[in-house]
């Protein structure tokens, strides 16, 4: 099983809404990841959790910040965001350092974020 | 810092005929590269990877990718294209290593559009 599952599929929001996005996996990986992708575009990372440490962060306004209660589950929540912050936020998971630079990255479907 | 490149941003094929899309990388050391397909509104799906060994890597549904060192190339390929093959396609490369988790940078993406 290679299911990485993300909650809410579609979410709208005003700019001075609080939110969460949820992603979580259960195939025992300890690296998962936060991308936000425009149409058409390649995906951009935005963080990277290792170890539920967070180990990158792409220089991302503090209006999105991360958190990864448990090795299972990683939320992204989000404050005061911008129009331009609608996008698809996908998350993906990998092993871990078990043969660490050849590890698949597995996404989930994404929520597709409007910002009104 | 690695690099992939996608020449086409798009590609047309007839359906069963053979399917090209190219990517071209820039790395430094060995080459860790990665295929993912992308249909509307969901996330990304891992087709192959190559890491060593053999330069033609075979993938899910009927997918295989030629490693070429000389032309520093990772070309996906499939013998017959369906219509339901159509999609976005990334290459990838392993552009570092953090902590338990590893950072993909992607190509451009290239649209894929099987026509009957």
């Known amino acids: 099983d290679t299911e990485v599952t993300q909650t809410p599929k579609h979410l709208v929001m005003g700019m001075t809404n609080k939110k969460s996005l949820k992603c979580e996996q259960h195939m025992g990986h300890r690296a998962m990841y936060w991308y936000k992708q425009k149409a058409k575009k390649p995906p951009e990372l935005m963080f990277v959790y290792s170890y539920e440490k967070l180990s990158i962060n792409e220089s991302v306004p503090s209006r999105f910040s991360p958190e990864c209660p448990n090795s299972s589950l990683l939320n992204l929540h989000l404050h005061a965001l911008q129009p331009e912050d609608s996008a698809l936020y996908l998350c993906?998971?990998?092993?871990?350092?078990?043969?660490?630079?050849?590890?698949?990255?597995?996404f989930g479907a994404g929520t597709r974020l409007s910002v009104l | 810092a690695q690099s992939v490149a996608q020449p086409e941003d798009q590609v047309n094929v007839a359906e069963g005929n053979p399917l090209t899309v190219k990517c071209t990388y820039s790395?430094?050391?060995?080459?860790?590269l990665f295929w993912y397909v992308q249909y509307p509104n969901r996330g990304l799906q891992f087709l192959l990877k190559?890491?060593?060994?053999?330069?033609l890597v075979k993938g899910s549904y009927g997918f295989e990718a030629e490693f070429n060192k000389s032309q520093t190339s990772f070309h996906l390929k499939k013998p017959s294209a369906l219509v339901s093959d159509s999609a976005l396609y990334f290459c990838a490369v392993r552009d570092g290593v953090t902590g338990g988790g590893n950072k993909l940078t992607f190509g451009t993406g290239t649209q894929l559009k099987v026509e009957l």
């Open positions: 993906a998971s990998s092993q871990g350092w078990v043969g660490v630079a050849k590890n698949i990255q597995y």
């Open positions: 790395v430094s050391g060995n080459p860790y």
């Open positions: 190559y890491i060593t060994g053999d330069n």
